[in-house]
């Protein structure tokens, strides 16, 4: 890029580069936060459905599980006391045969069995203990027996001192009630809630009004009381197990939880699962960590662009300032020349008279000289020399303020008839003095009897003095020759102005009629000239070309059509 | 003499240098009149347009710019007063594209101040010996 550091570094550069950026990063900010934000938004919305969903369908899954495992050991015990008479089973041989066959039937699930009389006597026992005989008389479960006909106890050490529960079933015989007593082994209903886990904290249990555990969690947790006997009392929540309340809530302990959790036993147990929230919504919190990352990285992105555009869209608009700046300088230049040259041809003006009289003058002593008989004079031939000189030099003061008044002459975009061939030979003779001072040697070829061109006199002027000059300032150090030719191609005039200098680039040669191209040094070339000469040439319907090869030469081709450029541009 | 042209070598060619510049009238007249020409001088329009009247001329030497009369409308009156006249316009190098205009008006040719003296005596011998 062109060198303008300074010209960008001001104030103003400065303060347009920061709108800039502001402007590019808002407009591009806004939409993309506006989209991911709502985007992320429903993710959220509907991954947390989708965790919900998972915890209520695993803890009705398990609740219905557990809800047949307790009905069909119920069942079990209930078809046992109805399918036998009471004394065949007083006996504890005979109850002993009947636990075999039902652990045969229906696994170990069954640790005992026993047969209580009316007055809560266990009159008949099997299995492990040491329990015929036993009384039962005060045992929550055995008055609920009496009063409801069956009961399913909560777990309790009991007489045995391990965590238990009981089943039992009133039958009646003979008017006398008896009841039949089966123990669950408490190890394989744990086994039913201990198997549910997720994740580190995701654990289950059963828990009893009473906010007691009715199995053994895997982890050691304190139960949130309150929030369990308010689940209880839910309303909404109906007592089937296939019924599932969920709550979000903070833990005793501060920790976000989530608890699902469904009824059992008729309302009597509450199945609890339990995570904590941040487990549970681990997949969320990373995929908002990743967004956010993408955010950020994006946004850096953005910035980036923002200023990488700003900056480039700051320097084009530094570089065309510049290059009005320039133009304007350009504009007043031209103007002050116009001024000087205006000046000059009044004065050129002015002296053309006394110098035409002066040269009449010595015309006259001329004729008087060759009229009168002054041969007797021995100076005779002095006079005459005067006198032939004061006309030479006259004749020459006549030749300068001609050129400068041809050169001054306003530039007058008026196409008339030229003659290309006059035209060159006096901007030759203009250039001579100057092509001498850089030992540079002219040589003119033209062709005789090329036809008259329409154009503009003083702008050709203009694109083959320029074309002159810089063949001259091509080898200004070491001098050189410059070639003007001037020849008819078909419907074409040719200029052709070709120098010995030092040649031009291959690189230059493609930009060497762009405004404001130079290789001139800073302060001697607009880098100008050769774009006003391509402006000038294509508006004549016309062409220039070059070709240059280093440290050989550069030729400059100036086409100029015959037929007038409107019809030829028509053409 | 008037209404032909110019054709005797021994008679003087009869003619009328009009321009303001009064020096160089002067001395172009002098060296004129050493040449087998009657010259007579104006340094105005009007004067010149009164010389006109009292005498015939063959040619006229006619300065475009003159202080009291544009060149051109000179020009027309001279051509009015009298219409054989050949009139040759004097002018310097602003005034050329008029020049031109006036040869189209009726003046034999033009000369640009400062030019050669004798091409200014071969324009004003060619001027009269020309047919109108």
Redesign the interface.
């Known amino acids: 890029m062109t060198p303008l550091p300074l010209f960008e570094q001001t104030a103003y550069y400065k303060a347009l580069m920061r709108k800039m950026v502001a402007a590019i990063m808002t407009v591009s900010f806004i939409p993309v936060f506006l989209v991911s934000s709502a985007i992320f938004y429903q993710f959220r919305l509907s991954y947390k459905e989708k965790i919900y969903a998972q915890f209520m369908d695993t803890v009705q899954k398990h609740s219905m599980n557990i809800d047949r495992f307790i009905t069909s050991k119920f069942q079990e015990i209930q078809y046992l006391s109805r399918s036998i008479a009471m004394q065949d089973i007083t006996q504890d041989i005979s109850l002993r045969r009947q636990l075999v066959l039902m652990q045969k039937v229906y696994g170990p699930v069954l640790v005992d069995m026993g047969v209580i009389d009316d007055q809560g006597l266990q009159i008949a026992y099997a299995g492990p203990y040491a329990l015929t005989g036993a009384r039962y008389t005060d045992a929550g479960w055995f008055r609920k027996v009496m009063a409801d006909a069956s009961d399913i106890s909560d777990v309790f050490l009991g007489l045995r001192g391990s965590p238990h529960f009981i089943v039992a079933v009133r039958n009646s015989q003979e008017g006398r009630p008896w009841t039949l007593r089966a123990t669950i082994d408490f190890n394989a209903f744990n086994a039913l809630v201990e198997g549910i886990r997720g994740g580190k904290t995701g654990i289950a249990f059963i828990v009893n009004r009473d906010v007691e555990f009715q199995t053994r969690p895997a982890v050691n947790i304190v139960p949130d009381k309150r929030l369990i006997q308010s689940l209880f009392q839910k309303k909404t929540l109906s007592k089937k197990p296939d019924n599932v309340h969920l709550v979000e809530t903070v833990d005793v302990s501060g920790v976000k939880v989530i608890y699902a959790a469904s009824f059992l036993k008729n309302g009597e147990w509450l199945l609890v699962y339990r995570q904590n929230a941040a487990e549970a919504f681990s997949k969320l919190n990373q995929m908002q960590v990743l967004s956010i990352l993408i955010f950020i990285l994006g946004g850096v992105g953005i910035v980036i662009m923002a200023y990488l555009i700003s900056g480039r869209m700051v320097h084009r608009i530094a570089v065309s300032d510049h290059e009005k700046e320039i133009l304007n300088q350009q504009v007043i230049e031209t103007g002050r020349l116009a001024s000087i040259g205006e000046l000059a041809a009044g004065i050129a003006h002015e002296i053309n008279n006394p110098v035409a009289i002066m040269v009449e003058e010595a015309g006259w002593i001329q004729d008087l000289l060759d009229e009168e008989d002054f041969r007797q004079s021995e100076n005779l031939e002095e006079f005459r020399r005067a006198v032939a000189q004061i006309k030479t030099q006259g004749a020459r003061c006549k030749d300068i303020t001609h050129k400068l008044l041809s050169f001054a002459r306003k530039t007058d975009p008026r196409q008339q008839n030229v003659q290309i061939n006059d035209l060159v030979s006096e901007l030759v003779a203009l250039s001579d003095q100057r092509a001498r001072r850089s030992m540079v040697v002219i040589h003119a070829e033209l062709m005789e009897n090329l036809p008259l061109l329409r154009l503009s006199v003083s702008e050709l002027q203009q694109v083959i003095l320029n074309l002159i000059n810089n063949a001259i300032d091509a080898m200004e150090r070491k001098g050189g020759e410059l070639f003007i030719y001037t020849r008819q191609e078909e419907r074409w005039v040719v200029i052709e102005v070709s120098d010995t200098g030092c040649g031009i680039p291959e690189d230059n040669l493609q930009r060497i009629f762009d405004p404001f191209f130079t290789t001139k040094p800073v302060g001697k070339g607009t880098g100008l000239g050769l774009a006003i000469c391509y402006g000038i040439v294509r508006k004549m319907g016309g062409d220039i070309r070059v070709r240059s090869t280093l440290n050989v030469g550069t030729v400059f081709t100036v086409y100029l059509p015959i037929a007038t450029p409107d019809r030829y541009e028509a053409s | 003499m008037m209404g032909e042209t110019y054709s005797s070598e021994n008679t003087p060619l009869r003619l009328l240098i009009a321009d303001d ?1 009064a ?2 009238v002067d ?2 007249a ?2 004129i009149a ?1 040449r087998n020409v009657r010259v007579r001088k104006a340094y105005r329009g009007y004067e010149a347009i009164d010389i006109l009247r009292e005498e015939p001329f063959d040619v006229a030497l006619l300065g475009l710019k003159m202080t009291d009369m544009d060149g051109l409308e000179l020009l027309q009156l001279f051509k009015k007063i009298a219409p054989d006249l050949r009139i040759v316009i004097l002018t ?3 005034g050329e594209a008029a020049a031109r205009d006036s040869v189209a008006h009726g003046a034999a040719d033009y000369l640009i ?3 050669d ?1 004798d091409e200014l005596i071969a324009t004003i011998w060619r001027a009269a010996l020309s047919k109108v």
């Open positions: 510049e020096e160089f001395v172009i002098r060296r050493k310097d190098y602003e101040k400062p030019c003296f």
